[in-house]
Nanobody
Framework: QVQLVESGGGLVQPGGSLRLSCAVS???????????MAWHRQAPGKERELVAH???????NYATFVRGRFTISRDKAKNTVDLQMNSLKPEDTAVYYC?????????WGQGTQVTVSS
């Protein structure tokens, strides 16, 4: 089985920073690591949306609204994927979810709350 556990969420003032981390444990018998990982977020009353995505080769992609402010990174040795969030805005407030794709089989973390407020 595969489990994803997020950490690092919390309350921060506008303009501040947070670093989210997703720890991956377990594996699928035929696949030792995810083909792709991502961070998504969901605010109250809104649909879940992609924040950042990184493939096995390390190439990142970002949603337009976070480009230049957020950085996704993957540490294969520690089996984690992080999201460094800088210059946070109130509209970044949401539950952030870790996502892993094992060649079409998708796993989600439980989510971690990020609140940006003065």
């Amino acid at each position: 089985q595969v489990q994803l556990v997020e950490s690092g969420g919390g309350l921060v003032q506008p303009g501040g920073s947070l670093r989210l981390s997703c720890a991956v444990s377990g594996s699928i018998s035929s696949i030792s690591s995810p083909n792709a990982m991502a961070w998504h977020r969901q605010a109250p009353g809104k649909e879940r949306e992609l924040v950042a995505h990184i493939i096995a080769g390390g190439s990142p992609n970002y949603a337009t609204f976070v480009r230049g402010r957020f950085t996704i990174s993957r540490d294969k040795a520690k089996n984690t994927v992080d999201l460094q969030m800088n210059s946070l805005k109130p509209e970044d407030t949401a539950v952030y979810y870790c996502y892993a794709d094992y060649v079409g089989r998708i796993f989600w973390g439980q989510g971690t709350q990020v609140t940006v407020s003065s």
